[in-house]
């Protein structure tokens, strides 16, 4: 069957070899080469390695793309493969054809690409055998401002505190979170939260020293790149830091979720919030999801917590910026009563904001928007929350852009993206929310993100003109020009187009003919005037 299956394509790939040569335009040149090349890796195999030419998987419209496919020994000499690129939000296609050859080890090729999409290189070998990577093209952002928090969760600390699973493919931890990093300014967000403060990382016992190495060089690393640190503090450390009611039928499967003794925690507290006083780009998060699996006490024991931990960090530092841990399934009523203890210590200096989750699609999320926010309004909660951690399985490319559009529409002060990118432990969680994939391949969402920060991250916010599940219109204003932005959280509607002279662009950026009717669906449209 095999070799059945071996001669049918290679009769397919004579056959498709013909007609590519009848347009050149789609075909792919490639060249075959024993001068070594340096590449960044986007997968190997016993037989193959093959990458990018440059630092990552990230281009810029009509830069130059230099694919590389190393054949890596002579099992393959001979063996002829279809090369191709396709991307599915330019239209762009190209193949072409080689026999590897390990003498000449090297085949490459180069294309561009004057539009913003992902782009899929694929590698089919005459048996059948197929390997793909992806290439992302955009427009490298300018760096959003600090009016509002267009943000990432990147474990990079788990680089460092949980080893090589959490380490890119051949990158140590440092490479790593250098790489990541480098990634997330190219695409203009301005803040990166992380999920643990590693607080057992940090001190191994009550009242002892605190080891602020790993958090000083990521933070710094952070910081350098003009980002804010969104630190999540909370989580106990063990046993010896749990509180005494705890400890009796202490589970170490969930030892971190238990409250901490609350003079442990506070000589904890005052110690990192002594050592970054002097740092103001950093923005604290007290606990995450104290209403749900990650925190195992009451409700009034989070408050105490949260209200002490408040008071140590504004007594160092009164300007830093503090909000309440963000609450899972927040549009539940039983909610109510940690925005009102958040809007209690709003009224008392003591918190900035308050926080929220949000994992759901778009069939859910604009009435669990508007319950959630009606909660808030009860509280006599003024700010618009900060939405700290926003994903949806699978990275649902429009989702995620209309998510970051409405968590801004409604007045909140961020936006954080659950998750950047995928782990090397294929198990973890967090793989079906990602970004990127383990070698930092983008997804859809990764440009559809770009694009919100590209036109908006140096905007201000105007007004919400239409706030209806089938019709979002926003006003922004940057530069001296007007944008609007049209999305729906529901169904398609079909309105006139507005009037004016003005330019229109997809979610990928890619500018657009616009009609005198426009149809308004999940995938957002940005009107430039």
Known sequence: MTQIISFLLSVIFAVDMFFIGLFPEKQLIITQSETETEYYANGENDNLRFGVVGNGNLFEPDEEIKVVIECLNDSLDGTKAKISVRSNQTGFNKRGYVVFNSDLPYNTFSFSSDKNGIFTVSIKLSDATEYSFNIGVLLKNTQANDSFYYGIQPYVTRAYTWGKGFQLPNHTAE?????????????????????????GAMQNEAYGDVD???????????????MKYNWLLGFNAGKWSAADKYKENYDES??????????????????????????????????????????????????????????IIKAENPSAYVYSGGLAVAEKESNLVFYQKSADLMNKNLLDNFGYHNHDGLDNYYDYMGKMLSLAKSAELANGGFNSESGVGGTDAATIACKALYTRSTGAKGFVSFAFRKTVTPENDINDFAFFNEHMQPTEAVITYATVIRFLGNADFVRNISNEKNLVIDEYTANGKKIEVYYSLGEKTKIAAPEGDYKTFDMYGNEIKAGGKMTVSNSPIYIVY
Not at 275 to 289: F, G, R, S, T, V
Not at 295 to 306: D, K, M, N, V
């Open 254 to 311: 969930i030892g971190w979720t238990y409250p901490p003794d609350e003079d442990i925690w506070s000589d904890f507290a005052g110690k990192v919030a002594e050592h970054y006083a002097d740092n103001p780009d950093i923005l604290w998060e007290i606990w995450n999801e104290p209403n749900f699996y990650f925190f195992a006490g009451t409700p009034e024991e989070y408050f105490s917590l949260l209200e002490k931990t408040a008071k």
């Open 175 to 199: 490479e790593s979170v250098d790489r990541i990093l480098d990634i997330a300014q190219y695409i203009g967000v301005n803040l990166v939260r992380e999920d643990s403060v590693g607080w």
């Open 212 to 226: 602020f190495s790993v958090q000083d060089l990521l933070i710094g690393k952070i910081n350098e790149r003009n």
